[in-house]
């Protein structure tokens, strides 16, 4: 019997060891932890989209503190993610735009980084409603008195700011890293 209670806590033992963090982020708008992203910018061009039809287009834009640094010596990208998954990612001082269906949404934002969630102060997240054919602008934006835990914060900004946004960065695209 004790040889049956040891042979079952060593198989169920894994069981409950598993990280339950990814599927509370999830309800945030976060994805999976194993989804990383390369990232390439494009300083010439700052391309903008009507959105298709049926759809809405969000632009996330990134203004925190990390991308207004004199000096910048690379830095991790910092991935988007809509409903609990990730759709992309940001590089320094870059916007990207995507496609979504009209209704409720979470949006989420984290610096991308190989530690398993270890900064929690670079993750945030929003909710917003999409309606058909409307374009939503957000950014990345650190509080002017961040508290320990609240470093990152992502907000809907004006269209008209949006676009002076879009004209001071690089437009992103970003891959799935194999």
Not at 93 to 120: S, W
Request: some cysteine; charged content about 20%.
């Amino acid at each position: 019997m004790l040889r049956l209670l040891l042979l079952a806590v060593l198989f169920v033992s894994p069981v409950f060891a598993q990280d339950t963090q990814p599927s509370a982020l999830t309800g945030t708008g976060c994805g999976a932890d194993t989804v990383h992203f390369d990232v390439k910018t494009d300083k010439k061009h700052h391309p903008t989209a009507q959105p298709e039809p049926g759809k809405a287009l969000v632009y996330v834009i990134g203004d925190s503190n990390a991308d207004h640094v004199a000096i910048h010596v690379g830095a991790p990208p910092t991935r988007f993610g809509v409903d609990g998954t990730w759709v992309g990612a940001n590089g320094f001082r870059t916007y990207f735009f995507f496609p979504v269906d009209p209704g409720e949404h979470r949006l989420c934002t984290e610096e991308q980084t190989i530690v398993k969630r270890a900064n929690k102060s670079s993750i945030a997240a929003t909710s917003f409603t999409a309606e058909a054919g409307q374009s939503y602008y957000f950014k990345t934006k650190t509080p002017d008195r961040p508290v320990s835990g609240e470093e990152l914060k992502l907000v809907a900004v004006d269209p008209a700011e949006a676009q002076v946004l879009i004209e001071a960065t690089a437009y992103s695209t970003s891959a799935l890293k194999k």
